[in-house]
Structures are given as C-alpha cells and as structure tokens.
C-alpha cells in the first residue's frame, strides 16, 4: 500500500482530532510528535498553504502571479528557515480566513490579520509582525469632516466601505453606524471605484492599505483621514491553527531570531511597517487588549 502521505496524513490528523474532540483517549502520536510530523509533511510537501487578502503593502498577487507583501515575504523567509521551501497563496475575504484555517484550506494566515482577543480564542497567533493605525480614503478636502467611524455613524445618510470579515468594518458597527450603510467592499479597487463614483462617502482599510491605494490612484479628488481618531494601532501576526501550536511556537522561534538579526525589519521596512513597533508589543498583551 502506498502511503500517501498527504491524503492519509490528513485524514489520520482529522481522526486523531476527532478522538480528542469526543473526549476519547489519545492513542499513538503526542501533540510534539504531531506538531513535528506537520513541519515534516510541510518539508516534503515543498511548501505552505498561506492565506492573503491582496491588499498591498500587507500581501499583493504580482500582474505575473508571484506573491509579495509583508506578509508573505515574512512567512517566506520563516519557512525558509524551518526547512519548508516556498509558500503557495490563495486570495481569501478576511471573514473567510479563519473559518478556512479551521477547515484545514490554509496550514497559516499570513494576511496581516490583524490580533484581537476574539480572534485570539479562534486561532493560534504568532508573535506580532505587522502593525498599523486605521485610515479613511475621502473626497479632496472631506466634504464631510469624517474624522472617526462615529462622526459615520452620526451623519444621516453616509456610507463606508470595508473589507467582508475585516477590522474596519465591525469598527464601523461597533461605533453605530446601521449595517445598510456600512457596505462590504471586495478588494482596494472596487473601494476606490466605489468613492470615486460617490456609491461610499469613505472607504476604510489601514493606514498604509490606503495609502498605496491613492499613490496608485493618482486621484486629486480623493485624500486620506489618517488615523481614524478613537481607532487603535493594530498588529498583526501569523495565524495558525489552534491544533497546530507546536507549529506556531516553532515559527515564533524563528521569528524571534530574525527580529534579533534585523532580517525581520530588512523584510518589512521597505513595505513602510515598523519593525520596533511589532518588537515593543507581544500576543500575550494584544489578545487580552480591549480592541
Ligand atoms: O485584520 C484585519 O481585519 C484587517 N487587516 C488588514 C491588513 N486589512 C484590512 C483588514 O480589515
């Protein structure tokens, strides 16, 4: 019989899991031994499942299908590292990417997913990489004076976009502005069509999301509210699953060295992220922040 590693790992994996999830005794294979056989079944497979969002600086797909961004060249380098050779991308909703994780699509998010204590209780975070503050992209000279989402809230009629899933957009909810007019926006460009043609009076993604978005634009019509006064400063992290923390710990190893070496802020920086910014904040305060 030929072992095909792939098919049969998984479906051992799923088993096991299911052992463990009715609460039956876990027989063979420890977590440890687990963990290192999914960086083994990685190192032979050649590459990582990483989910994106193609939202520039934070993960891009290239007009010739090559996969940049922070986010990617980060998990890149870090797998690298631990043997695994490349990763392969797939373009995801930010709702999407969690619920895909779980399921087994992805084996991490290396989105630029930003961390917030319930998305804390869904997945295993590594340690933080990617931070940023929120940003409005607006007509030239905000006609509006729209400074935070409750200033969105409170006009009567205005609408924001944001990304399906995404920060911005339980922001915006959360601040009260109705779900009618906060209306879900697919990529970058369909937001900035979609102010242009005045169907949104602002779109919201991070500060340097919407920043590439109008250097790209090149629009004198539009500019940008940046940062959304009351928003926090995100960081993101790499997310893997919950049943997968081995493997986690062992990219925040990896992590940790590179962020001591400087490889990590020779990676990001270009991208316009801080590496000290990710330094001088940890998982453990960032899933427990009321954010
Ligand atoms: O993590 C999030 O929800 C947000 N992160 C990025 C990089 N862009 C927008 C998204 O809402």
């Known amino acids: 019989m030929t072992f095909d590693r792939r098919t049969d790992f998984v479906t051992f994996r799923t088993a096991l899991a299911a052992v463990v999830a009715t609460g039956g005794i876990l027989l063979g294979a420890s977590a440890p031994a687990m963990a290192q056989e999914a960086l083994e ?4 497979q050649g590459f990582a499942r990483i989910a994106i969002a193609n939202e520039p600086p934070y993960t891009a797909v290239n007009p010739d299908g090559t996969v940049a961004g922070a986010g990617p060249d980060l998990a890149r380098a870090v797998f690298k590292k631990l043997g695994v ?21 992805f084996d991490a998010v290396t989105a630029g997913l930003f961390m ?37 809230a409170a006009h009567p009629t205005a609408k924001v976009g944001a990304p399906g899933g995404g920060t911005e957009e339980r922001l915006a ?10 209306i879900v926006v697919p990529d970058g460009q369909s937001g900035i069509k979609m102010l242009q043609d005045g169907r949104i009076d602002a779109y919201s993604l991070p500060v340097l999301s919407i920043g590439d978005l109008l250097k790209k634009a090149n629009d004198p019509n539009l500019e940008m509210v940046a940062p959304v006064k009351g928003a926090p400063i995100y960081c993101a992290g790499a997310a893997f699953s919950k049943d997968n923390t081995e493997l986690r710990d062992a ?13 990590f802020a020779e990676i990001i ?20 922040a009321s954010n």
């Open 85 to 105: 050779e490349d990763v392969v991308a797939s373009v995801s909703e930010y709702g999407a990417m969690i619920p895909g994780l779980q399921a087994g699509r």
């Open 269 to 288: 920086e270009p991208y316009g992220f801080s590496a000290e910014a990710a330094k001088q904040v940890t998982r453990e305060e960032l899933c427990t």
């Open 251 to 263: 990219y925040d190893k990896v992590l940790a060295e590179m962020k001591e070496s400087g490889e």
């Open 41 to 44: 079944e990685l190192r032979e």
């Open 116 to 152: 917030k204590p319930q998305r804390c209780e869904a997945v295993a975070y590594s340690q933080p990489d990617l931070c940023d503050a929120e940003a409005l992209a607006v007509p030239k000279g905000n006609p509006l004076n729209f400074q935070s989402y409750e200033d969105i």
């Open 173 to 182: 909810l959360e601040a009260g502005v109705p779900r009618d007019r906060v």
